[in-house]
């Protein structure tokens, strides 16, 4: 039980670093290969998370690379997102340079103007911008049916304040949702953001264990400064085979949740595959000072960034080793899911 209350911050105790209680004994691979292989399973509609909704700015191309080929966003005259194929059916040119004209986006390097129709073998994209990412669907690369839309996690409404970070490693989009489907390092690895944790519930090696069961449940506290910090209970899961949703059940912020998507964008110049990992935080909270905290959004937002992009600066550092070891073991670079 979190104990709530006027305050979020508490002291806390928490024993030295080396000792606190191993978890390697629940670690078990087995079960973060499980809940992996069971998000592999669910459909995605083919879509891909592509970056944050506020990248994408009214007037101006944005190019992103997914498994290797180029996508070019834009937004038309009354924002709707529209993409496409980065590269122009004529010559070639770079479609991220072009230039926005009304829902169009012209071609700098000889004005062809490409918008929501084909034009020989260039093919508009679908797109979905959900307030926080956005998401382009790529028929030929996910091979699934395809869905009108893709599957948002529920977020919570109202007054929320979200931020969103990417850090792009060496490795494959399941090392990045692996990472995250092993709560059990939390403490251990980044001791200078969460105390105490434990795992108290994982699921079962079961293949076919239903979405709804299929949660880790963790008691942990998220430090603030030295022995203070929030105490919160928060679930994880997998809505689809590129995510994890890490949502807060009880204590500070419930209902605030932190999606992690993993985008395969294709191979580096040493061969191997690069992901992006983009994480949206969506917080919610009840309080007054979390209002003020809304108010001064432009402000916050790049603090909220910077924690998350330290956290995953080790869990790159995390998910790039679990790919080596991974590509060691098959001998092979381009090791398979
Ligand atoms: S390369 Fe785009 S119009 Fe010629
Ligand atoms: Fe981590």
């Known amino acids: 039980m979190v104990a709530t209350g006027r305050f979020p911050l508490r002291l806390f105790r928490e024993p030295r670093w080396v000792r606190q209680e191993p978890t390697w004994p629940q670690a078990a691979p087995a079960v973060i290969d ?91 994209l679908p797109a979905h911008d959900d307030g926080v990412l956005t998401w382009v669907r790529l028929d030929r690369l996910g091979g699934g049916a395809p869905t009108e839309t893709p599957s948002v996690p529920d977020r919570p409404r109202g007054a929320v304040l979200e931020a969103v970070a990417t850090v792009v490693g060496r490795c494959q989009p399941r090392d990045i949702v692996t990472n995250r489907l092993d709560p059990w390092h939390g403490a251990w690895f980044h001791p200078y953001s969460f105390a105490n944790l434990r795992v108290l519930s994982a699921p079962p090696v079961d293949p076919e264990l239903p979405e709804a069961e299929d949660v880790f449940t963790v008691e942990v506290t998220f430090r603030v400064a030295g022995r203070v910090g929030v105490p919160v209970l928060a679930t994880f899961g997998c809505p689809g085979p590129r995510t994890v949703v890490m949502r807060i059940v009880e204590g500070e912020g419930t209902g605030s949740v932190v999606e992690t998507h993993a985008t395969p964008i294709g191979s580096g110049r040493d061969g191997a595959p690069r992901t992006a990992m983009v994480e949206a935080t969506v917080a919610a909270s009840p309080r007054p000072g979390f209002a003020l905290a809304r108010a001064a959004a ?40």
Do not use: F, Q
């Open 34 to 124: 499980a809940a992996y292989r069971r998000a592999g399973a669910r459909p995605d509609g083919n879509w891909y998370v592509v970056g944050a909704s506020r990248e994408v700015p009214t007037g101006r191309a944005v190019g992103r690379r997914v498994d290797d080929a180029e996508v070019v966003l834009w937004r038309a005259a009354d924002g709707r997102l529209l993409a496409g194929p980065g590269a122009c059916p004529h010559l070639g040119a770079p479609l991220a340079d072009g230039i926005v004209d009304g829902d169009r986006l012209v071609c700098r390097w000889h004005g062809l103007p490409l918008g929501e129709e084909r034009v020989g073998p260039w093919c508009p």
């Open 298 to 337: 432009p402000l916050v937002r790049p603090a909220m960034t910077w924690a998350a992009r330290r956290l995953w600066r080790d869990d790159m550092a995390y998910a790039e080793r679990t790919y080596t070891m991974r590509a060691k073991t098959d001998g092979d670079r381009t090791v398979g899911d």
